[in-house]
């Protein structure tokens, strides 16, 4: 069996330079890191950060089989480069062991998250969704408006605009407004 070609394309030297030590010497695979992006038609495993291969995948379809190795852990970012087509996330402090197992399972086409990538994907799964009144109240509350001026702009009595936020506060399991606000941040529930 051949040795899976690994490419580090990393921006940060250092990284690269760490992600090499963990990788090389290992029989199964045959890493370099070049100077520029895989031809589009290669099979490989490409180890890079979220932004260049975010960026990558939505220029054009390659043939590559890409990993994450990032300090990005939000739940929507680790949801939205799956959905883009990632096969490994790696937070980067995870252990050189998640590093191996990323590129291994990427090179066999599966799936492999970190543990820390992990965790914010396991709890979204039984969360419950936003409904489409629930989101405008978010919106409005994520500007700093107090309910009255929430009732106002909504055209909904203030006691409707209470019911939304103590739902908001359930489904996001938070205790206050300002809680509220920054869960929904930190899914992905709002642009910045």
């Known amino acids: 069996m051949s040795a899976v070609k690994v490419y580090l ?11 090499s030590a963990i990788l090389s010497g290992q029989p199964d695979l045959d890493v370099s890191a070049p100077a520029q992006w895989p031809a589009a038609d290669e099979e490989c495993v490409v180890v890079g950060d979220y932004a260049a291969l975010m960026q990558a995948l939505r220029q ?25 087509g990632v096969l490994g996330y790696l937070v980067q ?17 599966t799936r492999y998250l970190c543990a820390a990538a992990r965790m914010g994907v396991v709890n979204s799964l039984g969360r419950q969704p936003l409904t489409p009144r629930e989101e405008e109240v978010l919106q409005i509350l994520a500007r700093g408006c107090p309910d009255k001026t929430i009732a106002r702009e909504l055209g909904i009595g203030l006691g ?12 996001l399991d938070a205790a206050c407004r300002t809680q509220v606000v920054l869960a929904a ?8």
């Not at 394309?9 to 760490?18: K, M, N, Q, S, W």
């Not at 409707?160 to 489904?171: F, N, S, W």
């Not at 941040?185 to 910045?192: P, T, V, W």
């Open 9 to 19: 394309l990393h921006d940060c030297p250092i990284v690269r330079a760490g992600l």
């Open 60 to 84: 054009k379809a390659y043939a590559m089989r890409p990993v994450v190795f990032t300090p990005l852990r939000k739940e929507c970012q680790v949801l939205r480069a799956m959905e883009h």
């Open 93 to 109: 402090e995870c252990a050189p062991a998640d590093v191996l197992a990323g590129v291994r399972a990427a090179a066999q086409g």
């Open 160 to 171: 409707t605009v209470k019911t939304h936020m103590k739902q908001l506060m359930h489904k």
């Open 185 to 192: 941040f930190e899914r992905g529930m709002l642009a910045i």
